[in-house]
């Protein structure tokens, strides 16, 4: 028996991770915005600390941490702590091929923007309508 690729996995298994994969985006991104694995750099750090280093809600941050290692961005140690994996080390600045800014423009509010005016874009660039002004009508004093 092959491996199954995604295009031939249950059909609802996948569309339901096509439906959902925004959530993954915006993890990511929170984790490339607070700078979690320049953090976990030197080593892991339990969430309370890191929480006080970005001036997070432990809690909150805890709840993020433990969907980003669901993912295989960070990994949960024995004791609590959480630690970088390979894909986090992406997240690294001044690494090289790090996809740090990447994920901090992709969750960006602007960029969503356009994207949630997908449908209207069918019919005018969604760039247009997301980011553009009323337009001033600019009457001239010279005659024609």
């Known amino acids: 028996m092959q491996p199954q690729d995604p295009v031939h996995a249950e059909p609802a298994a996948t569309l339901r991770q096509l439906i959902m994969g925004f959530r993954a985006t915006q993890l990511v991104h929170v984790a490339a915005k607070l700078g979690l694995a320049d953090l976990l750099r030197a080593g892991p750090q339990p ?32 004791d609590g702590a959480f630690a970088l994996t390979p894909m986090a080390q ?30 209207y874009s069918q019919e005018r660039p969604a760039g247009i309508r997301a980011h553009s002004r009323p337009a001033v009508l600019r009457l001239s004093t010279r005659p024609p």
């Open 90 to 119: 992406l997240l690294q600045t001044g690494v090289t091929g790090s996809l740090r800014s990447l994920a901090v423009l992709y969750g960006e509010e602007w960029l969503w923007q356009a994207y949630g005016r997908m449908l």
């Open 47 to 78: 969430p309370h600390r890191l929480a006080q280093a970005v001036r997070a809600e432990p809690q909150a941050l805890q709840r993020l941490l433990r969907a980003l290692a669901s993912l295989g961005l960070f990994a949960e140690t024995a």
